[in-house]
């Protein structure tokens, strides 16, 4: 099981970032993928998940009206669009899927001016 994890970059407050996921090693269809993000000094927090076909999608309530999930079954990919970004939003930010126990490298997002 594999996730790389890309997108990340720095942006101003109020932008835009689009983070993917891409899995490998399992049947990616058949599960439910999430979004965690870690900032410094603090513990790692669930941001958004979505279901094995994408119909039903939870957020944070931190992000939520934000942030968006989505997913492409036939490219084994989960997106995350992030708008009005907030300081507050930096974080590495990694997928996984519902089994857990598999995490990728993340990627950083930093919201500064």
């Known amino acids: 099981v594999q996730f790389v994890e890309s997108g990340g970059g720095l942006v101003q407050p109020g932008g835009s970032l689009r983070l993917s996921c891409a899995a490998s090693?399992?049947?990616?269809?058949?599960?439910?993928m999430i979004w965690y993000r870690q900032a410094p000094g603090k513990e790692r927090e669930l941001v958004a998940t979505?279901?094995?076909?994408?119909?039903?999608?939870h957020y944070a309530d931190s992000v939520k009206g934000r942030f968006t999930i989505s997913r492409d079954n036939a490219k084994n990919t989960v997106y995350l669009q992030m708008n009005s970004l907030k300081p507050e939003d930096t974080a590495v930010y990694y997928c996984?899927?519902?089994?857990?126990?598999?995490w990728g490298q993340g990627t950083q997002v930093t919201v500064s001016s």
């Open positions: 996984t899927y519902q089994l857990g126990g598999y």
């Open positions: 090693g399992f049947t990616f269809s058949r599960y439910a």
């Open positions: 979505i279901s094995s076909a994408g119909g039903t999608k």
